[in-house]
């Protein structure tokens, strides 16, 4: 049983930063893939990164390569999406993700999920 909880959205302006934050309430002796999705309105929900279980791989979606970071921190159970340079594009509802044992980059790949963030970015 995994519970997600997102948090650090807001509204920014083109070209800046946020760093959006989950924190994961595992009540499972184990340690989860991590990912990030997310939603604009209108679209369906697409891939942003994920970050391993273990080896702490990371993997983008090509739209934010190089802007978006994904780290963790184990010992709070706790993954953050940094994102840099911020464009009007970026503007969707931003979800976390988990799983156990398997690398995906799909929404059906993944298991649990938050609530969401949302992301607004202005000109």
């Known amino acids: 049983q995994v519970q997600l909880a997102e948090s650090g959205g807001g509204l920014v302006q083109a070209g800046d930063s946020l760093r959006l934050s989950c924190v994961a309430s595992?009540?499972?002796?184990?340690?989860?893939?991590m990912g990030w999705f997310r939603q604009a309105p209108g679209k369906t929900r697409e891939f942003v990164g994920r970050i391993s279980a273990f080896s702490g791989t990371t993997e983008y979606a090509e739209s934010v390569k190089g802007r978006f970071t994904i780290s963790r921190d184990n010992a709070k159970n706790t993954v953050y999406l940094q994102m840099n340079s911020l464009k009007p594009e970026d503007t969707a509802i931003y979800y976390c993700?988990?799983?156990?044992?398997?690398?995906?980059?799909?929404?059906?790949?993944?298991?649990?999920w938050g609530q969401g963030t949302q992301v607004t970015v202005s000109l």
């Open positions: 993700a988990a799983v156990f044992g398997r690398l995906g980059s799909t929404p059906g790949d993944y298991e649990y």
């Open positions: 595992l009540r499972i002796a184990s340690r989860p893939i």
